[in-house]
Each structure stands twice: as structure tokens, then as C-alpha cells.
């Protein structure tokens, strides 16, 4: 069987890493594509997959002004940017991998699904917890009633506080008329993945959170507006010279240096620091999403979860308890530990041994995700998918009335 052709629309982390699933198994996927208006990015994936200059633009349009080139279509665009070239290459008859979250809104994401439907093409969203092996062990004994009926869960996204400082607030996704709420950009992944082990629809929801600390008001005494000039940089946890710099001298080039500069050295990462937004303070940025979020959800059939988003941690897997009629379970997103109110003893399950041939970021989901896509496009079976439109708009409604629930105040019905 031929492998899987693929068109790649957004040629930067997201991009790259779907992507590099053809790298590592050639025989179920080729890139033959790709749409990125940066040249080395653009360059860069096209040189390391061999596409020709035909099939290689510089905008999304371009791409989809053509005739079909290819079976499917990876669209990581940035988070605004995703209708457009859904729209577009749904009607074109592509099979699509759409990167997380589909749109800000809610009638971006209702436009997206529409198109999908009415195209009748295959459609998988980004979002990649439900396809490690950790997530499908641990639905599998909730499926199987292993601990009863699902009664509460408590679920914790540790986002680490050198993470937050990177990406929501120097970084990309610090500003929501720019991107989109925290909520959305960073956790959409975990109210997706909260409605798949429920396994049933969200009625109400209320939420609570603000920005704290990484405002002017909290900056120190003595701080300057970069971190390459300040007098208290040396104490400051969130001091970019730590994060960034140092790492360069120890000779560390990906995630998240990359994200700074195209080739990673400590002379191109000074620079960085010196003229770019991430050596700024991080009390000083243009950042206005929270830092901290609590989010209470109730299902059908009584079944409750509270999820709490914090930047204040080391940073780590997602850690959850889920509590059922015959006992309760323990996750750390690794390790599972499954307590049976009738033998009163604990099993303990390590999903890390479950299959070491899906490699890849997210514990194993970006791949796993990538490979049930190329599936379900090879087979035309969409069963492979586990992120389907409907649910995935679903999930997208959900954080968005949590949003409205923390800036007014209530309970919001959906």
C-alpha cells in the first residue's frame, strides 16, 4: 500500500512535529507539500522532505488554488488562523488534521465544523491526550466499570512556571486579542480530554481565575524592563538569562530556543534576548492572560470534575484522581493506580512499557495522533480518530462558556 501524501500548512513547531511522523515511518506517510510564508521555516521542512519547488508556496491560498496534491492536509496555521485554510481545503475534498484549538470563537469553530460535514471529508483536531497509551489504559478500565460508576474527578494541569513565562507571557500566546484565552490555547486539551473519560456531555460549568502575578504591580524593587540589564536578575526565577542563555552554553538547541532564534547559539541567543520580546520582563510584558484557573463541571447523569490550571509548579504530566461506586483511581499521566473498594488492594499499571514503537512529544500523543489520522485516511475508516468534528466542537463550546462563567460571575448552561 502506498503511503499516506500529506500537504503541511504552517511550517513551525506544530507543523514540523506532524510532520516528522513521515520521517520516522516512510512507509505510511510522505510529505509532498508545504504553505509557510517564513522562508527558512518553509525551506527547512521542504529540503528535509524533499518537495519539489511546485508544491512549496509561500501562503496557504496559493496551495489551495491548485488541483488536490495530496490525500491529506495538516492545517497548524496560528490559532487565528485556522478557518480560512479549513474552509478551503475542506472544499477541496482534503483530509484534514486540524491543530488545537480549531478557532478563538465559537462561530469560527461552528464555520469549521459545517464546512467538514458538508465536504464529508476525514477530520481529526489536535487533540493529542486522547491517543497516548496512558489515556487509552486508563479509559479502558473506566469503560470496563473497574471502578464503578464515574462519580467526581479531580484533574491538574501543571503548567510549570518557566512554561508560563515562555509562552503566555513573553510568548505567542500572552495576549488574547492576539491568540485566544489560556483556557483555550493551553487547556482546551484537558476539557477535551475530560469529556472522553466521562464519556458524556457537559451540562453546566463555572470557573474562577485571574491573572496574578505577572503584572507590573508584582515586578521588584530594582527590576528593569530586560533581563540582560537587570540588577536582580540573578534572584528572579523567571529570569530569561536562566532560561534561555545558560541553556545555550550548555549546548541545548530545540524546545524552546528554538522557538527564538533559527539557529541556536549563545551569540544568536543574546540577540534574542537583546532586541526580541522574549529577554523582556516578565513583569513588564503586554500579557493579559491568566495565570491560574479553576474550572468546576458538571455532566449528564450527575457526574462531576474540577480541573485547576496553574503556572505556579515545577511544571510536570497532568496528575488526576478519578472517584468511583467501587473505587478510585490515581494518574499521574504516566503511572496509573487503581484502588478496589471490594479487595481493598491497589494495581499499579506503568503505561510507559505499553508501546515503545509510537514515539514522540506529549507522552507519545503527538505521534499517536499523526498515526491513527494516517490510518483512518489509508483504511477511509474514521473509527481510528478519536477527535472527531462533533465532539471536539462540543469540548471547543464548553471552554468557551467556562470563559464566560470566570468574566461574569455564574454558572452557565450549556
Same mark, same amino acid.
Given at each position: ?5 500529506? *500537504? ?5 513547531g ?9 520521517? !520516522?515511518?516512510?512507509?505510511?506517510? !510522505? ?9 527558512? $521555516? ?22 489551495? /488554488?491548485?488541483?488536490? *496534491?495530496?490525500?491529506a ?15 478551503? +481545503? ?6 484534514? =488534521? ?14 469549521i ?5 458538508? #465536504? ?13 497509551? $496512558?489515556?487509552?489504559?486508563?479509559? !479502558? ?5 473497574r ?13 510549570? $512556571? ?13 495576549n ?23 464519556? !458524556?456531555?457537559?451540562? %453546566?460549568?463555572?470557573? +474562577?481565575?485571574?491573572?496574578?502575578? @505577572? ?17 536582580v536578575?540573578?534572584?528572579?526565577? $523567571? ?20 522557538? =527564538? ?9 543574546t540577540?534574542?534576548? %537583546? ?25 449528564e ?39 478496589? @473498594? %471490594? ?10 512499557? #505499553? ?11 503527538? +505521534? ?28 471547543? =463550546?464548553?471552554? +468557551? ?5 470566570? /468574566? ?7
Amino acid at each position: 500500500m502506498n503511503p499516506v501524501t500529506v *500537504l503541511i500548512v504552517g511550517a513551525g513547531g506544530r507543523g514540523n512535529t506532524y510532520s516528522s511522523f513521515a520521517e !520516522k515511518f516512510p512507509d505510511k506517510a !510522505k510529505v509532498v507539500g508545504v504553505a509557510e510564508p517564513r522562508d527558512w $521555516y518553509r525551506e527547512d521542512l521542504a529540503k528535509r522532505h524533499q518537495i519539489s519547488l511546485e508544491n512549496t508556496f509561500t501562503d496557504w491560498h496559493e496551495a489551495a /488554488k491548485r488541483e488536490r *496534491l495530496a490525500d491529506a492536509v495538516v492545517v497548524a496555521t496560528q490559532d487565528a488562523m485556522h478557518v480560512g485554510p479549513a474552509v478551503a +481545503f475542506a472544499q477541496k475534498g482534503y483530509h484534514m =488534521l486540524l491543530e488545537k484549538p480549531m478557532a478563538p470563537d465559537a462561530e469560527g469553530c461552528k464555520t469549521i465544523v459545517d464546512a467538514v460535514l458538508d #465536504a464529508g471529508i476525514l477530520f481529526a483536531v489536535g487533540h493529542v491526550l486522547r491517543y497516548t497509551a $496512558y489515556t487509552r489504559t486508563l479509559k !479502558k478500565l473506566v469503560s470496563e466499570g473497574r471502578i464503578g460508576e464515574v462519580v467526581s474527578i479531580e484533574h491538574l494541569e501543571p503548567v510549570g $512556571y518557566w512554561h508560563q513565562a515562555h509562552s503566555f507571557v513573553r510568548g505567542n500566546w500572552r495576549n488574547e486579542s492576539e491568540s485566544s484565552s489560556m483556557l483555550l490555547a493551553k487547556s482546551c486539551h484537558d476539557i477535551d480530554w475530560l469529556r472522553h473519560i466521562v464519556g !458524556k456531555p457537559c451540562l %453546566r460549568v463555572s470557573s +474562577f481565575g485571574s491573572l496574578k502575578h @505577572f503584572r507590573r504591580e508584582a515586578m521588584p524593587e530594582g527590576a528593569s524592563e530586560r533581563c540582560l540589564d537587570c540588577d536582580v536578575e540573578a534572584e528572579c526565577p $523567571y529570569s530569561a538569562k536562566k532560561l534561555y542563555l545558560d541553556a545555550a552554553h550548555e549546548g541545548r538547541t530545540g524546545w524552546p530556543l528554538d522557538v =527564538l532564534v533559527q539557529e541556536v547559539n549563545p551569540e544568536t541567543i543574546t540577540q534574542a534576548l %537583546r532586541d526580541g520580546p522574549y529577554g523582556r520582563c516578565v513583569y513588564s510584558c503586554d500579557n493579559d492572560v491568566v495565570d491560574h484557573q479553576v474550572v468546576i463541571l458538571e455532566y449528564e447523569g450527575s457526574t462531576t470534575a474540577s480541573f485547576t490550571m496553574t503556572a505556579f509548579n515545577k511544571g510536570s504530566g497532568r496528575k488526576t484522581r478519578i472517584f468511583g461506586t467501587h473505587g478510585e483511581i490515581e494518574g499521574d499521566s504516566s503511572e496509573i493506580k487503581l484502588f478496589d @473498594f %471490594r479487595t481493598k488492594e491497589w494495581k499499579n499499571i506503568d503505561t510507559n512499557a #505499553a508501546d515503545a514503537s509510537i514515539v514522540g512529544g506529549h507522552g507519545g500523543g503527538d +505521534f499517536g495522533l499523526m498515526g491513527s489520522f494516517i490510518d483512518a485516511v489509508s483504511s477511509n475508516d474514521p473509527s481510528h480518530i478519536l477527535s472527531g468534528p462533533l465532539e471536539t466542537l462540543e469540548s471547543h =463550546l464548553t471552554v +468557551f462558556a467556562a470563559e464566560e462563567a470566570r /468574566k461574569r460571575g455564574k454558572v452557565v448552561a450549556l
